[in-house]
């Protein structure tokens, strides 16, 4: 082998040949230039690596999120459904509960109008069979009566309502009893078909409004009852109330 082809092989096979002929021929401090150089370049490429691979852990966490946020949507979504659903449900109640409303109450306006008409009829009828009663009564006890001269059909109930309180002195009162007018006498009957203390008191306290009513006395009062307490009977005795019962009972 020549000494050329030893020297290209030197150069090629021993770095600190390599090196000792260039700097020989100047290279020498560009060599070691390069040569650092290439570290660098080796270390950067490592720490680029690493970056490379902090990158990739990196976008694997934000691909990671990024379906995270995307099922987050999802469920986002799902739930706006489900609120605009329950919002149609609650319109749909709230329709119906205004309807049930009205209904309910156009039935207490009915109810209320057939209640007054109840009341009405009710008052009627306990008017009616008030005056039926009275005049039962007034049949069981028609032969004490005329003994005494007054003839049950002949006695009349006298209502009126008091405006202006100038007959019983209170104003609006409602009074009512049951009067005969004969031979120019004025008698006063209260008819009962039970009689207590406080009817006799009644009776007693109603003969002054008779009076002031029809503007003269009243000549007799009577109390006609089927059934009266034993300390009415000597209540109207003491009043000059005449007394026509069927029977006493115990105070």
Same mark, same amino acid.
């Not at 020549?2 to 092989?9: C, H, T, W």
């Not at 003269?216 to 300390?231: D, M, Q, S």
């Given at each position: 082998m020549?000494?050329?082809?030893? #020297?290209?092989?030197l150069l090629e096979q021993?770095?600190? #040949?390599?090196?000792?002929? @260039?700097?020989?021929?100047?290279?020498?401090?560009?060599?070691?230039r390069l040569d650092r150089n290439e570290r660098l370049i080796a270390r950067l490429q490592r720490q680029v690596a690493k970056l490379q691979k902090q990158v990739d852990r990196m976008q694997r966490q934000v691909d990671k999120l990024q379906e995270q946020v995307a099922k987050m949507q999802e469920q986002?979504?799902?739930?706006?459904?489900?609120m605009r659903k329950m919002q149609e449900q609650m319109d749909k109640l709230l329709g119906l509960y205004g309807q049930l409303a009205a209904e309910v109450a156009a039935v207490k306006t009915?109810?209320?109008?057939?209640?007054?008409? %109840?009341?009405?009829? *009710?008052?009627?009828?306990?008017?009616?069979w008030g005056r039926d009663l009275e005049l039962a009564v007034l049949e069981i006890f028609k032969e004490a009566l005329e003994e005494r001269g007054i003839e049950p059909g002949r006695v009349e109930k006298l209502r009126f309502k008091d405006v202006d309180g100038r007959y019983t002195g209170t104003?609006?009162?409602? #009074?009512? *009893?049951?009067?005969?007018?004969?031979?120019g006498g004025l008698y006063a009957v209260e008819v009962k078909s039970y009689a207590d203390l406080e009817d006799v008191e009644v009776l007693h306290d109603k003969i002054p409004i008779v009076e002031r009513y029809y503007g003269?006395?009243?000549?007799? @009062?009577?109390?006609?009852? %089927?059934? *009266?307490?034993?300390? @009415?009977?000597?209540? @109207?005795?003491?009043l000059g109330i005449e007394v026509i019962y069927?029977?006493?009972t115990p105070d």
């Open positions: 020549g000494l050329r082809e030893d #020297f290209l092989r021993d770095k600190d #040949f390599r090196m000792a002929v @260039a700097g020989y021929l100047g290279y020498r401090e560009i060599l070691e986002v979504a799902k739930m706006q459904e489900q009915r109810l209320d109008k057939l209640e007054k008409k %109840v009341e009405v009829t *009710i008052g009627t009828m306990g008017r009616r104003p609006g009162r409602v #009074f009512d *009893i049951d009067v005969v007018a004969r031979d003269r006395k009243v000549y007799k @009062a009577y109390l006609v009852a %089927v059934a *009266i307490e034993k300390e @009415a009977v000597d209540r @109207a005795r003491k069927g029977s006493t």
